[in-house]
Nanobody, 119 residues
């Protein structure tokens, strides 16, 4: 099992910045990827950014150049630095961890943190 605890959401004006944190605990040794997803009201959950065990990163087109995902292995924490925020970035942001166990892939989710960007 993997437990994920997010923090750092809040209310910010357009153009502002926020940093989200996701602390992982439990069976973290077998995590092969972590990422951030978001879900706005009435919309499907979407991938925002991901980082795999080798350090490669992947971003949604809508956030490229504005969001940066990073990790601190010593703290078992993944961060999402968000700059130049837009009202359309408003959503609940969820941390995700993907664990591989043999042929099985398991997804774990945090409780979500609200990000609200005012215009």
């Amino acid at each position: 099992q993997v437990q994920l605890v997010e923090s750092g959401g809040g209310l910010v004006q357009a153009g502002g910045s926020l940093r989200l944190s996701c602390a992982a605990s439990g069976s973290i040794f077998s995590i092969n990827a972590m990422g951030w997803y978001r879900q706005a009201p009435g919309k499907q959950r979407e991938l925002v950014a991901a980082i795999i065990s080798g350090g490669s990163t992947n971003y949604a087109d809508s956030v490229k150049g504005r969001f940066t995902i990073s990790r601190d292995n010593a703290k078992n924490t993944v961060y999402l630095q968000m700059i130049s925020l837009k009202p359309e970035d408003t959503a609940v942001y969820y941390c995700n961890a993907q664990r591989v166990a043999g042929p099985e892939i398991y997804d774990y989710w945090g409780q979500g943190t609200q990000v609200t960007v005012s215009s």
